[in-house]
């Protein structure tokens, strides 16, 4: 579903993104602003039965951030415990796409201290051409900002706790 949206900063539409996925299972390897439509009459591939998208005309009205009713971790900044910011997984059966599982190979090769170049390369030479050009670099720029982002909290939390 596509939305017209105005006075919403990258950082709060990406997290709005990622709200999405937890709540209706999205994909959460595509929450970046960059990467957020599949072209009407493209196949998505990445289950069992092709699907092609549709584009229909319904909605004509312009939303804002609050016309969401979805809590972001923007708007959960305030707690003073970490929140956790992984996707919850939805789907039914069971199912991981490829771009879950090149997610979580990002995320632990840059947690084991691999360099991001070489996460790259890997990622890119394993998925070919079937991809964006730029898809493995996001993917690992994503998984880095994560993985800083995760870090901070835990130091947050370290330091509320220290603090009792």
Request: aromatic share 10%; charged share 40%; no cysteine.
């Given at each position: 579903m596509i939305w017209k949206v105005e006075d919403i900063p990258q950082d709060r539409a990406e997290a709005l993104q990622r709200?999405?996925?937890?709540e209706f299972g999205g994909d959460p390897a595509a929450t970046d602003s960059t990467r957020v439509l599949r072209w009407p009459t493209f196949a998505n591939r990445k289950y069992e039965h092709e699907?092609?998208?549709?584009?229909?005309?319904e909605a004509t009205d312009t939303y804002h951030?609050?016309?969401?009713?979805?809590?972001?971790?923007?708007?959960?900044?305030?707690?003073?415990?970490?929140?956790?910011?992984?996707?919850?997984q939805v789907r039914t059966g069971g199912e991981v796409?490829?771009?879950?599982?090149?997610?979580?190979?990002?995320?632990?090769?840059l947690a084991r201290g691999d360099e991001p170049e070489e996460v790259i390369s890997k990622i890119a030479d394993y998925r070919g051409d079937e991809?964006?050009?730029n898809y493995a670099g996001y993917t690992v720029e994503k998984a880095q900002a994560e993985l800083q982002r995760n870090d901070s909290a835990k130091q947050d939390e370290g330091r509320a706790l220290r603090d009792i």
């Open positions: 709200a999405m996925v937890r699907h092609i998208v549709k584009a229909r005309a951030f609050e016309d969401f009713k979805l809590r972001t971790e923007l708007q959960d900044e305030w707690r003073e415990h970490a929140v956790s910011r992984e996707p919850r796409t490829q771009s879950e599982r090149d997610w979580a190979f990002a995320k632990r090769a991809k964006h050009p």
